[in-house]
């Protein structure tokens, strides 16, 4: 099977436009007529929505961001009454309330339907064993993989984030052949499995379907190599729907954003134009098939790039590059954009280098003073002091040379570094604004 819906994801892009177009006007009618909040942002921009007559036309509407879920918390943006919501899920910010979402019971079969097309995408069929360890609870993650696998007809074990151990007997006994969780968590599982002496040449893994956090690409090759498993990186966030918005076909070359039910743009982050097609900025999404919680222009605050030249997997839809980031992520190091996408990219490409890291940023009098620390292999751990102060200085002129800033680098023991379950912290930013 190499598509779920070969209809919708191969889809003419004359006729997808048509589709578009229809479901954004309908949007827009419902979100001015249902969501004061919409209708007042509206009216304050001079926008009716007869004024939506091409899709050019939806740079004219007002941006959505993460404040404006706040605003109006909990249910405030929500498009129906509560009796038809039959859903809730909240992502927990690092700051302030958390950001709520609803769905109605079409909603969550749009969400099915779109992580069946994920599934198959990355390889998987109802003769699949699916691992599903992202967290089932307020998180999007564990539901939304889950309703998409029983939606294939795979088998799916809902083993959650967390006891890794039994993770690991559960992948033994029961067979899984694709595993879903955290890319970091996936690295987390290979290290357990070196501690209990299980090879994963021994397992029946054979892909991983691996999001909600940024990870490079040397960290796919990482766990590829490790794991013995081809790694799909699969995009969303709960506030578009979930996993699902996106995700990557065998040739693993960007990931194809499901356009049948999303609108996406690129923005520059500071002025909030639309950028051209192929340039980087951050990406913007408009949901044209939600019910309880339609959404237009989510700033996602995620940078990446579009790409439309033909796939050779038949897919008609847009593909979005990895995620380079949140901007939220990105540390300013003396007027440098940092990313930890980008300390990753160049760690994994040094032999002893472990792929466990943290950017540790402060301030020392006026100067903002980056610190990567990084673990090493146990073999380079127990080598001669010179030899690991060689290791240190090759990392720092490595990373200076790739990041443009200066970087203090400190080796850490091995497995010193808190791992993750989930999404793993990346940054500790230590400097008071
Ligand atoms: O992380 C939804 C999800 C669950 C996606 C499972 C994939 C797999 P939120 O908790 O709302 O939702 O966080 C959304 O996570 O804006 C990105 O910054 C980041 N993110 C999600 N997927 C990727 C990815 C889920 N593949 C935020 N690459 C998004 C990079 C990702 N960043």
Request: some cysteine; glycine content about 8%.
């Amino acid at each position: 099977m190499i598509y779920w819906d070969q209809e919708k994801e191969c889809m003419p892009i004359e006729q997808l436009r048509e589709l578009q177009l229809r479901r954004l006007k309908e949007t827009v009618y419902r979100v001015y007529a249902f969501v004061p909040a919409y209708q007042k942002k509206m009216d304050a921009a001079g926008i009716k929505p007869d004024d939506i007559k091409t899709l050019d036309d939806l740079k004219k509407l007002p941006f959505t961001t993460k404040q404006d879920l706040r605003d109006n918390y909990p249910f405030g943006l929500f498009a129906v009454p509560m009796s038809e919501v039959v859903r809730i899920h909240s992502s927990s910010g690092t700051t302030g309330k958390p950001t709520v979402v609803g769905y109605t019971k079409k909603d969550i079969d749009i969400w099915a339907e779109l992580m069946a097309r994920a599934l198959v995408s990355a390889g998987a069929t109802r003769h699949s064993v699916i691992q599903n360890a992202y967290g089932y609870g307020l998180f999007t993650g564990g539901l939304g993989v889950h309703y998409g696998a029983e939606r294939i007809g795979a088998s799916v074990i809902p083993s959650s984030g967390g006891n890794t151990k039994r993770q690991i007997m559960l992948m033994q006994d029961f067979g899984t052949t694709i595993l879903t969780c955290t890319p970091s968590y996936a690295l987390f599982m290979y290290e357990v499995m070196q501690e209990m002496g299980v090879d994963p040449a021994d397992l029946k893994l054979k892909a991983g379907i691996f999001g909600a956090e940024p990870w490079s690409e040397n960290m796919r090759r990482e766990i590829e190599n490790n794991l013995k498993i081809d790694a799909y990186d699969i995009y969303g966030l709960s506030e578009i729907i979930g996993p699902g918005v996106a995700v990557e076909c065998k040739y693993k070359n960007g990931l194809h954003i499901a356009e049948d039910h999303f609108i996406a743009e690129i923005i520059d982050p500071e002025t909030g134009e639309v950028l051209p097609e192929g340039e980087q900025g951050e990406l913007v999404i408009t949901a044209i098939t939600k019910e309880a919680l339609p959404i237009i222009r989510y700033r996602t605050r995620d940078l990446t790039t579009l790409d439309r030249t033909p796939c050779p997997c038949g897919r008609t839809h847009v593909r979005m590059q990895k995620v380079l980031g949140r901007s939220d992520d990105m540390v300013i190091i003396r007027g440098v954009n940092v990313f930890p996408s980008m300390v990753e990219s160049v760690l994994l490409n040094i032999p002893g280098v472990e792929p466990h890291y943290l950017l540790v940023v402060d301030r020392k009098g006026n100067l903002d003073e980056l610190e990567v620390q990084v673990e090493v292999s146990e073999k380079v751990f127990s080598d001669e002091v010179r030899k690991l102060e060689e290791l240190g200085a090759h990392i720092r002129r490595e990373l200076e040379s790739a990041l443009g800033v200066s970087v203090k680098v400190r080796l850490v023991e091995p497995k010193s570094i808190e791992r993750s379950e989930g999404k793993a912290k990346r940054v500790i930013d230590k400097r008071k604004f």
